[in-house]
T-cell receptor
Framework: NAGVTQTPKFQVLKTGQSMTLQCAQD?????MSWYRQDPGMGLRLIHY???????DQGEVPNGYNVSRSTTEDFPLRLLSAAPSQTSVYFC??????????FGPGTRLTVL | SQELEQSPQSLIVQEGKNLTINCTSS?????LYWYKQKYGEGLIFLMM?????EEKSHEKITAKLDEKKQQSSLHITASQPSHAGIYLC?????????????FGDGTTLTVKP
C-alpha cells in the first residue's frame, strides 16, 4: 500500500510555463483534494473531487485546472505559471468519516 | 483561515513543560482533525474528533472537542524535543467530510532542551 503518491518532489518553472503535478492513491478513496501551503497560512484548498468525473473549486482555484478520470488519479495543471504560485502543494485522499491522507508534497518555485 | 483560528501562532516551551494549543471555528464543526508537520515535510495524522465532548489520547498528546464552543484543544504533557514542529487543525465546516477540509494557520512549537 503506497498510500498517496505525488510527483515530482521538486520543480522549478519559468513564468508562463505550464506543467502538471501528479497525484495517485491506492486506497480506493472517493474524495481527493489539492491544497497549497504558504508560510504562516496553513493549507488552502485549490480543487477537490468527490468521485471520478466530479470536481469542484476550493478557496483558491484561479490558475489551476483539475480532472478526475479514474478513482486513483487526480492531476493538478498549472496553465501559465506565475511567481505567486510558488508554494508547496499537497494532494490528499479520504473516505467518508475518515481523516485525509496526505502525500509528501511538491515544492514548486516559479521564477 | 478565518473560519478556523488557531492559537497561539507560536509557542516556545522548556522540555518537560505542559502546553495547550487551541482551534476555534466560527461555524458548526462536523469533524475536527489534528496533524503535525515537521518543517519541509508532509503531514502526520494525530487524531480525529467527531462528537461533542469526545477526547482522545495518544502517548502524551490529548485532544478534546467542545461542540458547544466549536473549539478543540490539543494538550501535550511533559513536552519533549520530539514534539517540536507545526501543529495544524483541520475541520469539516458546514458539511461532513467530502475532501474539502478547512485548516488553521498552524502553531509552531519549539521545545528547548
Amino acid at each position: 500500500n503506497a498510500g498517496v503518491t505525488q510527483t515530482p518532489k521538486f520543480q522549478v518553472l519559468k513564468t508562463g510555463q505550464s506543467m502538471t503535478l501528479q497525484c495517485a492513491q491506492d486506497m480506493n478513496h472517493e474524495y481527493m483534494s489539492w491544497y497549497r501551503q504558504d508560510p504562516g497560512m496553513g493549507l488552502r484548498l485549490i480543487h477537490y473531487s468527490v468521485g471520478a468525473g466530479i470536481t469542484d473549486q476550493g478557496e483558491v482555484p484561479n490558475g489551476y485546472n483539475v480532472s478526475r478520470s479514474t478513482t486513483e488519479d487526480f492531476p493538478l495543471r498549472l496553465l501559465s505559471a506565475a511567481p505567486s504560485q510558488t508554494s508547496v502543494y499537497f494532494c490528499a485522499s479520504s473516505s467518508s468519516y475518515t481523516e485525509q491522507f496526505f502525500g509528501p508534497g511538491t515544492r514548486l518555485t516559479v521564477l | 483561515s478565518q473560519e478556523l483560528e488557531q492559537s497561539p501562532q507560536s509557542l516556545i516551551v522548556q522540555e518537560g513543560k505542559n502546553l495547550t494549543i487551541n482551534c476555534t471555528s466560527s461555524k458548526t464543526l462536523y469533524g475536527l482533525y489534528w496533524y503535525k508537520q515537521k518543517y519541509g515535510e508532509g503531514l502526520i495524522f494525530l487524531m480525529m474528533l467527531q462528537k461533542g465532548g469526545e477526547e482522545k489520547s495518544h502517548e502524551k498528546i490529548t485532544a478534546k472537542l467542545d461542540e458547544k464552543k466549536q473549539q478543540s484543544s490539543l494538550h501535550i504533557t511533559a513536552s519533549q524535543p520530539s514534539h517540536a514542529g507545526i501543529y495544524l487543525c483541520g475541520a469539516d465546516i458546514g458539511s461532513t467530510n467530502a475532501g474539502k477540509s478547512t485548516f488553521g494557520d498552524g502553531t509552531t512549537l519549539t521545545v528547548k532542551p
